[in-house]
């Protein structure tokens, strides 16, 4: 068996030291963009989660939804006014598809006395069952029935 230089042995040395300095910065850059997509997708749905939990079972005012898709939303709505009456959405196609009705999409069912009442005179609220969407009622004592 060959013995090595000092040279050699320099040279592995530096060599197991920049094998090192590598594994710790593929660990770091692990554990970075780990935290990264953590914060990045996870986050927004605890955050959604908690702001969901905090508003179920209480009246939400109209500026706080889509009345199109009866989402509620973390930034502000818009206003669209359609035969006189103020109509909330969260972007400019949510409004044109309100303008056109689409879907019968200003009107709501009242989920205790099943009228048809206009989402914009409606009172609207968050239940627990809803997943997300928000409910309209033509008054609040509706609304205290079904609770």
Request: aromatic residues 14%; positive net charge.
């Amino acid at each position: 068996m060959k013995k090595l230089t000092e040279a050699q042995k320099r040279q592995i040395v530096k060599d197991k030291w920049f094998d090192r300095l590598f594994l710790v910065g593929m660990i770091l850059f692990f554990a970075f963009a780990s935290w990264f997509g953590y914060n990045s997708y996870f986050r927004y749905d605890i955050y959604q989660e908690r702001m969901l939990a905090k508003l179920a079972n209480k009246k939400l005012d109209a500026q706080q939804i889509c009345m199109f898709g009866n989402d509620i939303k973390t930034r502000p709505t818009k206003a669209v006014l359609i035969e006189g009456e103020t109509y909330y959405v969260c972007c400019q196609m949510c409004g044109d598809k309100l303008k056109l009705n689409l879907h019968d999409s200003q009107f709501a069912v009242d989920e205790y006395s099943h009228h048809r009442i206009k989402k914009s005179k409606a009172f609207i609220v968050l239940t627990k069952k809803s997943n997300g969407k928000v409910s309209y009622f033509e008054s609040e004592e509706n609304y205290n029935h079904i609770k």
